[in-house]
């Protein structure tokens, strides 16, 4: 059933991630290309409340697809997440004559979402944007491929100081509750462990898998840490640590940060981007609302928000696996 939506309003929410722009770019032409009015919002939920709104056209979203961040600004709304401030936010849609929302953004941008589409009935899509690839029903998010060559490169080059002095580097990459990022990374980059919050590997059991491996003649070593992985306080005190109960090694740490976010966008990223902006458009002109657009085995897919902000914490088990045995 088709609808009679004429007028598309667009936000980033959250942390950005590289691909949003090739995203928006796509929601635009999509529009336009199923004769649909675009408006940008500015500064994500914050901006919408505030009626800071543009209009956007074909011309408007050129040479994009090729940038990092986003260039709709975003950040996060405490007001939002109040049924009054959303009653705001509604309001300025509404004088505005906007008949249809598209956020990008995680797990707490399809939350906001979905509590915004309920209360006021209004089609609401969303796009997974963020780098630690943690949201339900979809096998990839946008920005996480990106963020993941990112990693890896930055191991790369750290490894070759590693060898140099024979020194054990810990690096710690982005991924509070999740564990993907620092997996794939560990194992693409060879590092000796990687430590998620899926798994508590502990202490001792590091150390002690650190002691077999300089016996087995390592002279350096790489370990990648998640961040919200719970072996010590933080990652400087997991450092101190294993200087005191094993000898012989030098111990560094790296934390990686926000330069995982930034960066062009690989074109992983500016493909899975434009395809699920363009099945977003499509969905509304359906009639479809308060569901997020993903992809499953190479297949762009509807996921209703409920479904896509349920907490999963499992990891691939078979990929770790796997690097405890490529890590010997």
Known sequence: MKTSIKRVGVLTSGGDSPGMNAAIRAI?????????????????????????????????????????????????????????????????????????????????TFRGAAAFSKEFNFPVIGLPGTIDNDINGTDFTIGYDTALNTVVEAIDKIRDTAHSHNRLFLVEVMGRDAGDLALNAGVGAGAEEILIPEEDLGKDKLVESLRRSKKAGKTSSIIVVSEGDQIGKNIFKLADYIEENLKGYEVRVTVLGHIQRGGSPSCFDRVLASRLGVAAIDALVAGEQNVMIGIKNHEVLSVPFSEAIKKDTSIDTDLIRVSDIVSL
């Open 28 to 108: 635009v032409r999509a529009s336009v290309y199923h004769n649909l009015e675009c408006v940008g919002i500015y500064r994500g939920f914050e901006g919408l409340m505030e009626g800071d709104f543009k209009e956007l056209n074909a011309r408007s979203v050129k040479n994009l697809i090729n940038r990092g961040g986003t260039f709709l600004k975003s950040a996060r709304s405490a007001e939002f997440r109040t049924k009054e401030g959303r009653e705001i936010a509604y309001n300025h849609l509404k004088n505005a004559n906007i008949d249809a929302l598209v956020v990008i953004g995680g797990d707490g």
